[in-house]
């Protein structure tokens, strides 16, 4: 029986900085699309030339090179257990795509992260990079020791071309037209719980705790 943890919600809404903590506190791999794109990438697989193609070009990768990358990850041996998805599903082809996968056995949670558009803007601009090691810091709440220069690496801090107040607006009406609806779909199938993610990763953590994810 694995244990599958969908973590939802819009941009900045803060799935890779809690997930990643839940992924340490359950010993499940958290599975980040966009991470796992880029390196297969990096590794030049079959996949990854087939998701350059597209990636160079600024376009979404297609679904079905999406999935294949994701069936592919989720077979290796730390993920038999159970896994954490970040960045999945995104629409509803997707989530049919992915329920194939799941046999009945499986328990799968969805949590449903919330929070106002003020504080997702804020999160998203005010967000850093690091070019080299790709380690997240936010300006107000998580700054580096030295400003515009990674903790970890050294490495220089950037901010993402799509992490501006005007751009987060558009990124946040996708999200409610085209994956927002996924939670309808999701209540029919597994459990739903809903967990206010407006203040710090440690509220967030001690709200996910005090839950019973599955039963």
């Known amino acids: 029986m694995r244990k599958i943890i969908i973590l939802f919600g819009p941009p900045g809404i803060g799935k890779g900085t809690v997930g990643k ?14 991470d796992l794109l880029r390196e297969n990438v990096k590794k030049s697989t079959s996949i990854g030339v087939k998701a350059e193609a597209f990636m160079k070009k600024g376009e979404l990768v297609p679904d079905d090179i999406v999935f294949e990358a994701l069936n592919d990850r989720i077979q290796q041996e730390d993920a038999i257990n159970g ?19 799941i046999d009945e056995n499986d328990r799968v949670v ?8 003020s504080v997702l803007i804020e999160r998203l601009s005010l967000r850093r990079i690091c070019r080299n090691c790709g380690a997240i ?3 107000k709440h998580m700054p580096p020791k030295k400003e515009g220069i990674c903790d970890i ?25 085209e994956t927002e609806p996924l939670l309808e779909y999701y209540g029919g199938k597994h459990r739903v719980l809903t967990v206010s993610a407006a203040d710090n990763r440690e509220n967030i953590l001690r709200r996910i705790e005090g839950l019973t994810l599955w039963v």
């Open 110 to 117: 969805v949590l449903n992260f919330v929070a106002p558009d």
């Open 83 to 101: 896994f954490l998805l970040d960045g999945f599903p995104r629409n509803m082809n997707q989530a049919r795509m992915f329920e194939k996968t």
């Open 137 to 139: 810091y936010h300006l």
């Open 21 to 34: 903590s839940l992924s340490e506190l359950l010993g499940f791999p958290i599975i980040s699309i966009g």
């Open 153 to 177: 690496c050294g490495g220089p801090l950037i901010q993402r071309e799509d992490d501006t107040p005007q751009v987060i607006a558009r990124r946040l009406d996708v999200f409610r037209s």
